[in-house]
């Protein structure tokens, strides 16, 4: 067979990262040979981060799922015949049209999140198809609800500084942001910054590659980032540095603030933090007469019990010292407001009214799903359909998971790429397409670019794009509003069609043609200084310090946390992201195992428990156990362990981390609290 000059076709990146890198594969007669980041994107530059530039693997893995599976062995054991896509479906249909009749359709608990970030594959038809069902509703809380809550509730949107802006700063604090890790795209913006004289500091109770690279590391007591901006807020009123000006035009409660900042002087803070006095006092002023002066937080400060206290407490600094004002000031969380699509219209969740329920259905927590699956007097769930998740994997209380999930009287369903923890209790597995295969459309919470991807290869075997898999169950439940007989590219026009000025211009044309195209926040030439003149969401237009929410708590699972918890688990667990993984999608692969198979323990705490170096240890609480092997190491303080997120229980032949964490709730948004979590640690 002759061979084909070599194409290069588009894609995106739909992984749940803020960089939604913008892709260039080379296509070789059919087959994918070169994937790169494509160097017209402002934001990817022409590179990817390890684990993607490595996608192809992936992508022709001889473990990707190829074929409808049926289960022929118990529940968890992974023993599957193939079957066919008619006989697959025939049976889901017939199963959930079933447990609908008997015990209704709140009794189907879908459980997805963002394994592809896509919205037409993540977030159209399968929406569209649960609504219409009347089946429970998921709460999306796993990752940054708190953290969101938080924002829309004092900013009244989910904007932050461009990313583009870094390169302007003068001072970088990372707050709970592990750059290097999981936003390499904003480095090479810190680099320019720093090259220009910036100062680049990382607040994190881990030091990791970020904290190494950094001018300065400051090791904080986990969850206890509401104090220590309430010291620097002591400090900076103290001091008079804030801007006043700002405040009197933009703000409203500052005298609260005052009297609860005043009983927050840095000695306290210190206390509380684990961050010297001395140390706070300088920071806070450095930050307050830096300009510009910006704030790269992420979402690891609010997976903790006061994690949207945290959120409301550092995202009140740029207010005090009107750091908005500056190009390349502010702070970013997130810049997924800057995509203002018709999110109604890709979901609809008026079908409900066409379900026959006759009331909004019940909803469900996914942090709780073990709970859910196992509580003998909640309502009922008997069936499961999860995709674009592996909560076997992912999700807090994992023995409550795994119980749940090995009911015999559960149906359950996965939609997946891979062969994961959570397949492996599947009844029947549908084989899904990657984003390397499909249509989509993305919005990135990372910059301020929108873009679209076609199939830039064939799929293999059978697998099938999520959308298309609910729009045939969707079939063969009858449904026949028009909605199901949408395209993909029908789907995307209605996303588009939002009337927001943010948009205005950008067509599925325009995004087919361009690959990428930015969203109209300002207008081109112009920096985007989102809150430089208020423009707040309360009625007045101002920032409402809601000081009544900033006291400092401790979380119950904490070193000031519940005496009894403390006494018994004294080692405060956090879980963070591996560089080299992305959750649990590529837990299979070896340097991620092996990554997440390490505790990192402070030398004096190994010594107490007389744990050397490289030895097998045993982590457990009152959740349940694991087994880690022991790197004695100062990256982290003492009295904190770290282990990486999110191994796969069958990689390492017994349970993870996730077996220990909690299920507890943040203090606004029911989040994950992932981070507060107490465990004692021994040797083997
Ligand atoms: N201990 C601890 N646990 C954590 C965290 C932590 O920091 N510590 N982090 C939490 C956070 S922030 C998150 S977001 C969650 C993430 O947890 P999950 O939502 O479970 O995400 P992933 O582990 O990435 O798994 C996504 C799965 O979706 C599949 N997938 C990808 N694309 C598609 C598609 O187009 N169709 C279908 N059907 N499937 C697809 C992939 O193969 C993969 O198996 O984990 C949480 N769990
Ligand atoms: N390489 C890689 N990239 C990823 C992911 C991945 O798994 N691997 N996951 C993706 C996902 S799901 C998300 S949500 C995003 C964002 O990911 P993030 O949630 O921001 O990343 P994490 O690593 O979980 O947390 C960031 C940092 O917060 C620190 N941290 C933990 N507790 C505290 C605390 O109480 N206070 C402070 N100040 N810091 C704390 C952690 O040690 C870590 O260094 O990244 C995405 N990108
Ligand atoms: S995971 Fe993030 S950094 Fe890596 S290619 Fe995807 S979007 Fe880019
Ligand atoms: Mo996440």
Known sequence: MGSTTPEIRRSVCALDCPDTCSLLVTVENGRGVRLRGDPAHAVTRG?????????????????????????????????????????????????????????????????????????VQGASMDRRFFHRLGASRLLHTIC???????????????????????????????????????????????????????????????????????????????????????????????????????????????????????????????????????????????????????????????????????????????????????????????????????FDALARPDLVERSGLGRPPRSVNMVRLGRALTDPDGPPVKALVVYDANPAATAPCQDRVLEGLRREDLFTVVIEQFPTDTADYADIVLPATTFLEHTDLYLSYGHYYLQMAR???????????????????????????????????????????????????????????????????????????????GGFGAPSGKYVIDAGRLEYTPPVESRRGDEALRTRYPLELVTPKSDEGLSSTFSYRDEVAARCRILEIHPEDAARRGIADGEMVRVFNSRGWCRLTAKVSEAVAPGVVCARAAAWRKVLSGPTPNALTSDRLTDEGEGAVFYSCLVEVERC
């Open 47 to 119: 590179f990817l981060c390890a684990k993607v530039a490595r996608y192809l693997e992936r992508e022709y893995s001889p473990m990707r799922l190829l074929h409808p599976l049926r289960r022929t062995g118990a529940k968890g054991e992974g023993g599957f015949e193939p079957i066919g896509w008619d006989e697959a479906m025939e049976e889901i249909a017939a199963r959930l049209r079933a447990i609908r009749e008997e015990w209704g359709p709140e009794a189907i608990l879908p459980y997805n999140y963002t394994g592809t970030m896509g919205l």
């Open 144 to 342: 940054s609800e708190a953290g969101t809550t938080a924002l829309e509730s004092t900013y009244g949107c989910r904007l932050g500084t461009d990313p583009e802006q870094f390169r302007q700063a003068k001072l970088i604090l990372a707050w709970g942001a592990n750059i290097l890790g999981t936003n390499v795209h904003l480095w090479p913006f810190i680099v320019e910054a720093r090259r220009n004289g910036a100062r680049f500091y990382v607040i994190d109770p881990v030091r990791n590659r970020t904290g190494e690279a950094a001018d300065r590391h400051y090791f904080i007591h986990p969850g206890t980032d509401l104090a220590l901006a309430l010291g620097m807020t002591h400090v900076i009123l103290r001091e008079k540095l804030h801007d006043a000006a700002y405040l009197e035009a933009y703000a409203e409660g500052l005298d609260d603030l005052r009297s609860l900042a005043e009983r927050y002087p840095p000695e306290r803070a210190a206390e509380l933090t684990g961050i010297p006095a001395r140390d706070i006092v300088e920071l806070a002023v450095e930050y307050a007469t830096t300009r510009p002066a910006v704030i790269r937080m992420n979402y690891g400060i609010q997976r903790s019990e006061r994690g949207a206290g945290s959120v409301r407490a550092v995202g009140l600094l740029p207010i005090l010292t009107g750091a908005w004002r500056d190009p390349g000031g502010g702070l970013l969380l997130t810049t997924s407001g800057g995509f203002q699509l018709n």
């Open 455 to 533: 199939p830039a290869l064939p799929a293999p075997g059978e697998a099938r794009p999520n959308f298309r898999i609910f729009q045939e169950l969707a079939r063969r439940l009858g449904f026949d509003d028009d909605c199901f007989r949408d395209s993909e590219d029908d789907v995307i026009r209605q996303a588009l069609a939002s009337g927001h000025p943010y948009l205005e211009g950008i067509t599925l044309d325009k995004l087919e043609r361009e690959g990428f195209v930015r969203v109209n926040v300002v207008p081109p030439g112009k920096p985007f200084l989102p809150f430089a003149d």
